[in-house]
C-alpha cells in the first residue's frame, strides 16, 4: 500500500516535470540528444563537435566556432542550405526539419568559441 502511493507520487511529480518542461519550450525545440547522436554519426569526421578539440579536417570549422558565428536562425538557414546543397567538397547529407532544429539545439549547447585550436592542431 504504503510502496505503490510512493510509486504514484513519483509518478505525478514526473508528469509535472514534462509539463514544465514542455511549457518553457514555447518555440518548436529540438532535441539536443538527439542532435548530439547526428552530428556524431553524421558530422564528427570532419567537425570537431564537442566542446575541445580540433577538427579532423582543419578546413571544418569546429561547432563551438559554428556557434559564435552564427545565430540560432542563420544556423538553422545554413543547416537548410546545407542538407539541400552540400558544402563545397561534401554531398548532401539529407536533414530533415526535425534534424536540423535538433542539430540546432546540440549546438546551441556549446560554448561559443571564435577561434579554436585543440591538441591535434597544436603539433
Ligand atoms: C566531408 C567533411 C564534412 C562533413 C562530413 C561535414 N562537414 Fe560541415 N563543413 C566541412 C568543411 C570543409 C566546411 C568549411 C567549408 C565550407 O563552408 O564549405 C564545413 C562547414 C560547415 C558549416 C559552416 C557553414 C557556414 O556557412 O558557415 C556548418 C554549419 C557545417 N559545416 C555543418 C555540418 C553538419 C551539421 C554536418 C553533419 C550533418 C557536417 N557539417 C558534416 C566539411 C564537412
Redesign the pocket.
Known sequence: MRRAWRLSAVGLAALAALGLTASAAAQPAGSVDHGRF??LQ??A???GVGELGASP?P???TFPM?RS??SRPQ?RA??GR?SRNG????PP?Y?SDQDIAD?AAYIGTLRARPRQSGPVRRL
Open positions: 547526428l552530428v553524421g558530422c569526421g570532419c567537425h579536417n578546413r571544418a570549422p559554428v558565428s552564427l544556423l545554413v543547416l546545407l558544402h563545397v567538397e561534401m547529407i536533414m542539430i
